[in-house]
């Protein structure tokens, strides 16, 4: 989330940065809160200056035997007043603490400005192939390899689900090993194997909750959600920790299952694999020194075009602008491969800075 300092010094900044997002959201309300919760905590601090003053002249009072009545009663006045106040600032608070976490973070300057039509290619590796023929989709490719099998995966679980057999299946893993290793053992990423269900707690460190809830998959008795991404486990692995400088940079992989409701795609894009309630994914995480996030991002970029490049797949980076960024991205790089089947690219990757505003979320430090 962002600062409530910043909020309040660089109104102006937070709200252009709304606008460039095209997200509506009252700021002034979350200030006027503000000004409210500072106002009534110094009414409360000079209240309990004079209190602790009665309070001493009342025991000086009582060592001296003498009439002290008056003031007990105007000390519990003083208290009754406190109560109020502290009521008051705890319903702001909770207020205050609901609207923070539905602004998103603030764009990086260097990222252009507008929808998604405002996207910039950074750049490009491989070239596209060209056929003599017109290349099958992946849906008549796994049919005539008998590879996967979406019917066998609509009657187990329904549509947007993908069964893997034979050679798909152990294509499937060999991909997730090839990850794993490349990341571990040439580019010095720790491995790790985190539970695919999180606390709300977790949902909302990383920024997926409140925002995105019916994006998620529930779990109604128990308030635990299944993962979107193992970006949300695997931040969370430093939730409410205090890091040593001296310790950072300190990167993650992590292989998880992820599930997606895709509330509102109906009808879009649903047919294989282009879009999923579920998927497998390898996922990168860094935590590092705000001064050099800029330099790590580019690093894990990189890390994440030399799988592509290992399995000679053309591709392209975008920077995506303001207006199509995630909700908790400063800057964010999308690589895209080119699918000759359905003619159009295709998001294999996402690469963000979060700068401190899943730190500030998660209480890490």
Known sequence: ?????????????????????????????????????????????????????????????????????????????????????DAKVGEIDNKLGILLLNIPNI???????????????????????????????????????????FNVSSKIAGSGFAFYK???????????????????????????????????????GTGQLPKFEEDMYRLKDDDLFLIPTAEVPVTNIHRNDILKE?????????????????????????KGLTRVHQFDKVELVKFVKPETSSDELESLLKDAEEVLQLLEIPYRVIMLATGDISFAASKCYDIEIWAPGLNRWLEVSSCSNFTDFQARRANIK
């Not at 937070?14 to 809160?33: A, H, I, N, P």
């Not at 309990?48 to 003031?71: Q, T």
């Not at 992989?253 to 409701?261: D, K, L, Q, V």
Request: proline fraction near 4%; hydrophobic fraction near 35%.
């Open 1 to 85: 989330m962002l600062d409530i300092k910043l909020i309040r010094e660089d109104a102006k900044v937070v709200k252009q940065s709304l606008k460039d997002r095209g997200v509506k959201f009252d700021l002034d309300e979350v200030l006027q809160l503000d000004k409210e919760r500072r106002k009534l905590l110094t009414e409360v601090e000079a209240l309990k200056r004079d209190k602790n003053k009665e309070s001493e002249e009342i025991g000086k009072l009582l060592r001296e035997k003498k009439e002290a009545k008056g003031r007990i009663a105007k000390v519990k006045a003083i208290s009754q007043k406190i109560d109020k106040i």
């Open 107 to 149: 764009p990086h300057k260097e990222i252009p400005k507008g929808g998604p039509d405002k996207n910039k290619v950074v750049h490009k590796w491989g070239d596209i192939p060209h056929f003599s023929f017109s290349p099958k989709d992946h849906i008549e490719l796994t049919e005539l390899l008998d590879i996967m099998d």
């Open 166 to 204: 034979g050679v798909g299946a152990r294509l499937e893993r060999a991909l997730l090993n090839f990850m794993l290793d490349l990341h571990t053992k040439k580019h010095g990423y720790m491995e790790v194997f985190p539970p695919f269900l999180v606390n709300r707690a977790s949902m909302i």
């Open 246 to 270: 001296e310790d950072l940079p300190i990167s993650y992989t992590a292989y998880t299952a992820c599930f997606r409701r895709e509330a509102g795609s109906y009808g879009k894009d649903t």
